[in-house]
Structure formats: C-alpha cells, structure tokens
C-alpha cells in the first residue's frame, strides 16, 4: 500500500507570495489533516477535511486555506505569505483510529 | 495554552541505557499516540493507546497509558543509535482526525 505523498518536497517564496500545496492520502483514506510544525510551536493543527468537506479547523489566520477533490486528494493554500509562514507543513492521512503522515513539504519565506 | 505536556525537552545517553520519556495532561483523552520523527521526514506512527491502564510493547519498546487517561510514558530498553530521534506524543478527544501534540522529546543515543 503506498504511503502518503506531498509535492513540492521544498519551496521557497518570497513575502506576499502564495504557495499551494498538495498532499494524496493513503488509498481508501477519506480524511486529510493538515498541520503546520515550525521549532518554536511544535506541530500545530491547520484543518481537517473529509469527503470534501471541512470538517476541523485550528486556530490560524483565513489565510490558510484547503480544499479536498472527490479522490481525496488535497490542498492547501497560504497567500500573502510572512516570513513567520517558513515551516514545515505535514499532510496526514487517516483512518478512524491513525494517522498516517507524508514527509511534509518545507517552506521557506524570504 | 500547551494541553499535552512533554518530558524531558531534551535526552542524550549511551548506547544500551534504558530511558522514559513522559507526556502529560490535565485533560482526558480517548486515545494516545505516540510518534517518532527524523530530521526532514514527517513523523512516523509508533503505537495508539485507547484504554486507561493500558500497556504496549514494540520490541524494546514499552507504551503505557495512565488510568485516568490523562498521561502516557513511553520507556525503551538498551536503547541504540537507530532510536534517535524526535518523539511526538499526540492525544485525540473523541474523534481521532484532530491531534494535539506535545512538543516532543529529542533523543540522541550515541554509540
């Protein structure tokens, strides 16, 4: 069974730019987390969407935003990126019980 | 304000000493997981963790969830340099898409 994936693996942008990135879950998986971890906050929870829906939110600016196509795959979005924004941001994949994570996609904000 | 709380922040020891790492909360939650994450890589699941008073075992690993189901330790036993690593507890309150993590134990084993 293949793993989670997420592309690009780096970025780099500069400030105000928006990024979009993409994560495809494990298949037959219908909920993709998103999360963002830089060293200072540890993992933080973006949202959660399942059957295209959003279904979690966390706690972060409406500048982050995600959707998810009817084969599960997902996206997300930051526009007007800060330099704050550099993290690296994890897809995960999950079935009722686990969460399965992708290598994460490195952003970084200049 | 941080609900899972991880400790030691840091941990470096010798190839073949035992160690815990401990992750806290004043909350309760219905499942407990615990990661491990490599530098660039996304964490990788090590175990679940649903019932209070509950004990896994991964090879030399040991997981323990407490009665209350409001902490978790994770002990590993003569611990080696493929351990290294950074260790996510992670706790789910009824539906187990939305995660809170800890902030993690970094752990080096040196040879």
């Known amino acids: 069974k293949a793993g989670v994936t997420q592309t690009p693996r780096y970025l780099i942008k500069t400030r105000g730019q928006q990024v979009t990135l993409s994560c495809s879950p494990i298949?037959?998986?219908?909920?993709v987390s998103w999360y963002q971890q830089t060293p200072g906050q540890g993992l933080q929870f973006l949202f959660e969407?399942?059957?295209?829906?959003?279904?979690n939110k966390g706690n972060f600016p409406g500048r982050f935003s995600g959707r998810q196509f009817s084969n599960s795959r997902s996206e997300m979005n930051v526009s007007t990126l800060e330099l704050g924004d550099s993290a690296l941001y994890l897809c995960?994949?999950?079935?009722?019980?686990?969460?399965?994570f992708g290598p994460g996609t490195r952003l970084t904000v200049t | 304000t941080q609900l899972l709380e991880q400790s030691p922040q840091f941990l470096s020891i010798q190839e073949g000493e035992n160690l815990t790492v401990y992750c806290n909360s004043s909350?309760?939650?219905?499942?407990l997981q615990w990661y491990r994450q490599e530098p660039g890589e996304g964490p990788v699941l090590l175990v679940t963790?649903?019932?209070?008073?509950e004990v896994k075992k991964l090879k030399r690993l040991t997981f323990q969830f407490g009665d209350a189901r409001k902490d978790s330790s994770l002990h590993i036993t003569a611990a080696q340099p493929g351990d290294t690593g950074l260790y996510l507890c992670a706790a789910a309150r009824g539906s187990n898409y939305k995660l809170t993590f800890g902030k993690g134990t970094l752990l080096t084993v040196n040879p």
């Open positions: 298949s037959g998986h219908r909920s």
């Open positions: 963790v649903v019932t209070g008073g």
């Open positions: 909350s309760v939650f219905s499942s």
């Open positions: 995960a994949s999950s079935s009722p019980y686990e969460q399965y």
């Open positions: 969407y399942f059957s295209e829906t959003q279904r």
